[in-house]
């Protein structure tokens, strides 16, 4: 088949591609041309390398100014063995909208340190800034003929590498529980360091945004285990805990000794009504009974033993002073307190 223009075949997609343009059967007379329309660079993939670009007009194959040509017209005149020629041809202008799930995304839980999977779904939208560098890493990628059904996966594929890693970089920095709540977040997080990744192969970051976040339900069911058997620890403590929070009014550092071991708050004590009116008559005899075993082992203990050696005797009465009231010893001629003589010969009670 002859091959006399070389055009743009249309499409909705951001490159269009003719493949084997010199491919068996196929060749390119003399006086074909190549006609790039607006908005379009076209590119020339010789064996896998790129050259060009070649910018809107009309281009003649034969004029033997440019070297891909005069390649080409060798390669139809028997000059140059058979090569693999293959056309491209990009828009710079359009912007193209891509939905692209992630697949799974490691991600480490952040209260059991748990390392856990998670599938995000995002849209993006994208423009090619500079072809050259986008079709060197595509073509690059490809040992076989590129065709249009390779477009779209491979376009696909530069992204969603940069796109798992920085995404799941911004996962981390938030619990499990606030991702669908967070999106506008972790897109925020997410889209600068992508924008800065897909620079490197050509592409503009436009848009960008995290439209969910999905854990499986065998995670949900890990995580529900853990925290099962960490609730099942405290639940006990918690509940005494609030227990003596209402008995003691919400403050625990008041209680007294008694109140700690009787577990009942002090008579006239705002708790204390709030609790039934529990009396103090009541909370000592609690707390005597609890004290009883104690006291029981003691003096039996000291009745085995004898009782103590040495006992001292008992002190003798003290006197009143009849002026200050104080406490005086029967010996004491003076007042200790005020100086008032004293009758040591009897006391005055």
Same mark, same amino acid.
Request: hydrophobic content about 40%; proline content about 7%.
């Given at each position: 088949?002859?091959?006399?223009?070389?055009?743009?075949?249309?499409?909705?997609?951001?490159?269009?591609?003719?493949?084997?343009?010199?491919?068996?059967?196929?060749?390119?007379?003399?006086?074909?041309?190549?006609?790039?329309? #607006?908005?379009?660079?076209?590119?020339?993939?010789?064996?896998?390398?790129?050259?060009?670009?070649?910018?809107?007009?009309?281009?003649?194959?034969?004029?033997?100014?440019?070297?891909?040509?005069? !390649?080409? =017209?060798?390669?139809?005149?028997?000059?140059?063995?058979?090569?693999?020629?293959?056309?491209?041809?990009?828009?710079?202008?359009?912007?193209?909208?891509?939905?692209? $799930? +992630?697949?799974?995304?490691?991600?480490?839980?952040?209260?059991?340190?748990?390392?856990?999977?998670?599938?995000?779904?995002?849209?993006?939208?994208?423009?090619?800034?500079?072809? &050259?560098?986008?079709?060197?890493?595509?073509?690059?990628?490809?040992? %076989?003929?590129?065709?249009?059904?390779?477009?779209?996966?491979?376009?696909?594929?530069? *992204?969603?590498?940069?796109?798992?890693?920085?995404?799941?970089?911004?996962?981390?920095?938030?619990?499990?529980?606030?991702?669908?709540?967070?999106?506008?977040?972790?897109?925020?997080?997410?889209?600068?360091?992508? %924008?800065?990744?897909?620079?490197?192969?050509?592409?503009? &970051?436009?848009?960008?945004?995290?439209?969910?976040?999905?854990?499986?339900?065998?995670?949900? #069911?890990?995580?529900?285990? @853990?925290?099962?058997?960490?609730?099942?620890?405290?639940?006990?403590?918690?509940?005494?805990?609030?227990?003596?929070?209402?008995?003691?009014?919400?403050?625990?550092?008041?209680?007294?000794?008694?109140? #700690?071991?009787?577990?009942?708050?002090?008579?006239?004590?705002?708790?204390?009504? %709030?609790?039934?009116? *529990?009396?103090?008559?009541?909370?000592?005899?609690?707390?005597?009974?609890?004290?009883?075993?104690?006291?029981?082992? +003691?003096? $039996?203990?000291?009745?085995?033993?004898?009782?103590?050696?040495?006992?001292?005797? @008992?002190?003798?009465?003290? !006197?009143?002073?009849? =002026?200050?009231?104080?406490?005086?010893?029967?010996?004491?001629?003076?007042?200790?307190? =005020?100086?008032?003589? @004293?009758?040591?010969?009897?006391? +005055?009670?």
């Amino acid at each position: 088949m002859l091959q006399r223009v070389i055009r743009d075949p249309g499409g909705n997609s951001l490159i269009r591609v003719i493949p084997e343009l010199c491919g068996p059967g196929r060749t390119v007379v003399n006086g074909s041309v190549l006609l790039v329309p #607006a908005g379009t660079q076209a590119f020339v993939a010789l064996n896998g390398q790129v050259v060009g670009p070649y910018w809107p007009g009309r281009y003649e194959l034969m004029t033997g100014v440019d070297p891909f040509f005069v !390649r080409l =017209c060798n390669l139809m005149t028997g000059g140059e063995a058979p090569v693999s020629v293959t056309v491209f041809f990009v828009s710079t202008q359009k912007t193209k909208f891509m939905q692209l $799930g +992630t697949g799974l995304i490691p991600f480490e839980e952040r209260r059991y340190r748990l390392t856990m999977e998670a599938l995000a779904s995002c849209s993006l939208a994208y423009r090619i800034t500079d072809p &050259l560098r986008t079709l060197e890493t595509m073509v690059g990628t490809y040992q %076989a003929v590129f065709s249009d059904e390779d477009l779209e996966p491979c376009l696909r594929q530069l *992204m969603l590498a940069p796109l798992r890693q920085n995404l799941a970089v911004a996962l981390n920095r938030h619990t499990i529980v606030e991702f669908n709540r967070s999106l506008g977040a972790i897109g925020t997080e997410t889209r600068g360091p992508l %924008a800065q990744a897909l620079a490197e192969y050509g592409l503009s &970051l436009e848009q960008f945004a995290v439209t969910a976040v999905n854990i499986s339900d065998e995670g949900w #069911a890990r995580l529900h285990e @853990l925290e099962s058997k960490e609730a099942a620890g405290r639940t006990q403590t918690d509940l005494e805990k609030d227990h003596l929070e209402r008995i003691w009014g919400g403050n625990l550092d008041r209680r007294t000794l008694a109140e #700690a071991m009787t577990g009942l708050p002090a008579h006239g004590s705002s708790a204390g009504e %709030a609790s039934g009116g *529990m009396t103090a008559p009541l909370a000592q005899a609690l707390l005597l009974s609890q004290l009883w075993p104690t006291l029981q082992q +003691t003096v $039996g203990s000291m009745a085995q033993t004898g009782g103590p050696a040495g006992t001292p005797p @008992l002190p003798g009465r003290l !006197r009143q002073c009849p =002026c200050c009231h104080g406490s005086v010893s029967p010996q004491a001629a003076v007042c200790p307190h =005020c100086g008032q003589p @004293l009758h040591t010969n009897h006391g +005055t009670n």
